[in-house]
């Protein structure tokens, strides 16, 4: 079974454009997240969802990301605009409601 | 500022050595604490967990070692392989369904052959 898939593995981009992440979950789970890793501060929370629905986005860092997830196979993480502080490699991750969560490769992101 | 603090930062220990992670909370509300491995360019996986009623937990050459009153806990590698060379991250959160999860910092363990 295919684990949690996510694209581009590796992005580069100018400040001020805007980025799309993409996840899909392994199927049959209901929870999915994002979280972002950086040296700093290490792995945060970003939002997650359950059954498609947000359930907590209180770690979004502020009104330039977005996510959503529009089906049970598929969620996005936008940032819009993008500024060299977002650089981070950002993962999703999906649960079946065991408390275990299962984290995809992640997506690398340097904003120049 | 992390409610799960976890030390040293990284070790280096010889094929054969054991290795240990400490972490500490003080949330005395945590009830679920995993521990994830990661390997570079890789997602975080998981690797072992422990709830406070159990003192100790073993699965193969992983111990966690569990103290409440003293608000930490413990990985323990034992006879380290080169193989477990990776970054471990200590965490917590108020029980197994709670997604929420607060991650320590991480240890980067390298295992020298």
């Known amino acids: 079974d295919a684990g949690v898939i996510q694209s581009p593995r590796h992005e580069v981009t100018e400040m001020g454009q805007e980025v799309t992440l993409r996840c899909k979950p392994i199927?049959?789970?209901?929870?999915l997240f994002w979280y972002r890793q950086t040296m700093m501060r290490g792995l945060e929370l970003l939002i997650y969802f359950n059954n498609n629905v947000p359930i907590d986005d209180s770690g979004m860092p502020e009104d330039r990301f977005s996510a959503k997830m529009p089906n049970a196979s598929f969620s996005t993480l936008k940032i819009q605009p993008s500024e060299p502080r977002d650089s981070a490699v950002y993962f999703c991750?999906?649960?079946?409601?065991?408390?275990?969560?299962?984290f995809g490769e992640g997506s690398r992101l340097t904003v120049l | 500022q992390q409610q799960v603090k976890q030390s040293p930062q990284s070790l280096i220990v010889q094929k054969g050595g054991i290795s240990i992670i400490n972490c500490a909370y003080e949330n005395t509300a945590f009830d679920y604490f995993p521990w994830y491995q990661q390997f570079p360019g890789k997602g975080p996986a998981l690797l072992i967990a422990?709830?406070?009623?159990?003192s100790e937990k073993k699965e193969g050459r992983f111990t966690i070692s569990f103290n409440k009153s003293a608000k930490q806990f413990s990985l323990h590698i034992m006879d380290s392989q080169p193989g477990d060379s990776a970054t471990y991250f200590c965490a917590a959160s108020l029980d197994r369904s709670d997604y929420k999860l607060s991650f320590g910092a991480g240890t980067t363990v390298t295992v020298r052959a």
């Open positions: 199927s049959g789970h209901d929870y």
């Open positions: 422990i709830r406070p009623d159990v």
């Open positions: 991750a999906s649960s079946p409601n065991t408390g275990e969560l299962f």
